[in-house]
């Protein structure tokens, strides 16, 4: 589903780059960061080289973000969670304040999400899922519809694991890291295999791997894998993270919290994103050109995935290491290059950089993963972060994610309806 670009108005007058980025307050690529996110609409100029945008609409969202700006407060106001976790800064981003990518990239996705838990580093940490959360979480997962997708095979785990542990309203720091430990391997475990012959058994990468594609590993693909998962663990409070703080705050235990988060990155606007940047990598490979599978892209009036990122006026850090991973992969070579042709060719109009979400991409289809692989990993490496937060949330004032709303209806009294 995207979101439905507003009826041209035709009386109203039309600005330039440059004066949009002026009356928003923002630099030029923000402008167009706005329109890769829908939240501008864009046309180019016939008589010139750049794009023009509705002066009514820019004016619109500038007041929107004077409103949302406006300071945190119970009547309004855009929510401001402090949090020792996640720094975004500058195009780079730190997990406790060292550099997340150096730190994926070093040490496996175990040891990243220790460090995010405790601020200490266990070498050699391995997760490891208890028998009767595992069989728990397979038999309520083998009920499911086949055609069911792995976001939901995952909820359904978390839901069964929770039944099955009579710890679990229990909020103490110990007993939650306890939980997040079991927790990640089980949902793992309880994915349906794809590779013959595949065990649970070595770093959680290695058991991921065998339930997203039939191929065999090579050590650059695990690595870049392991990698995948420790990039992503946490990237402050995107959405789903907001969701999982909300749970925690109602003292929702961390199998619920976990939910939580699975339920929002459901939403096309969230976890979606790197299918939509898959199938358009197979297409662009199907086409030996990105130009066309582009201009259909948007002609049918949807942004390309896979580029921009309201956080990064330059390259997604995230997306920056996985593309060097993917050059020490041999077999990787044509799904990379139909990445950077996207990029290239979407250069050409619009300077957006590439996001995780493309990276991603070119990582499962140069694995021969389906679509869904890239929204299951992220999901997996998030759960750490969102047990994180939990564990941060629980340490808070109870029920405080309660903000005030702005009542803009019919003023009372109001007659009975009839």
Known sequence: MHDQEPAPDHTSRRLSTKETAELLGVKPETVYAYVSRGQLSSRRDPGGRGSTFDAMEVEALARRNKRESGGSSASGGELSVRTRLTLIDKDRYYFRGVDAAELAARHSYEEVAEWLWTGTLRPGATFTAPSASVAAARRSVNALPEHSDPVDRLRVAAIAAAAVDPLRFDLSEDTVLGTARTLIPTLVAALPSRAPGHRDEGPLAQRLWGRLTVRI??????????????????????????????????????????????????????????????????????????????????????????????????????????????????????????????????????????????????????????????????????????????????????????????????????????
């Open 217 to 418: 590993a090579d050590e650059a693909s695990l690595r870049a894998l392991d990698t995948a998962l420790g990039l992503l663990v946490d990237h402050d409070l995107a959405a789903s993270t907001l969701a999982v703080r909300v749970a925690a705050s109602a003292r929702a235990h961390p199998y619920a919290a976990v939910s939580a988060g699975l339920g929002v990155l459901e939403g096309p606007l969230h976890g979606a994103a790197s299918g939509l940047a898959h199938r358009m990598l197979l297409d662009v490979l199907d086409e030996g050109d990105a130009a066309p599978v582009v201009a259909d892209e948007l002609r049918a009036g949807r942004r390309v995935p896979g580029l921009g990122h309201r956080l990064y006026p330059g390259e997604d850090p995230r997306a920056r290491a996985l593309f060097t991973l993917l050059d020490e992969m041999p077999h990787a070579a044509p799904a990379l290059a139909a990445a950077r042709d996207v990029v290239t060719t979407t250069a050409r109009h619009t300077p957006l950089h590439a996001n995780v979400d493309l990276a991603l991409a070119a990582f499962t289809v140069a694995c021969g993963m389906g679509a869904s692989a890239g929204e299951t990993i992220f999901a997996v490496a998030r759960t750490a972060g969102w047990i994180a937060h939990a564990l941060e949330e629980y340490g808070e004032r109870p029920l405080r994610m309660r903000p005030s709303g702005t009542y803009v209806g019919e003023r009372p009294p109001q007659p009975l309806p009839k």
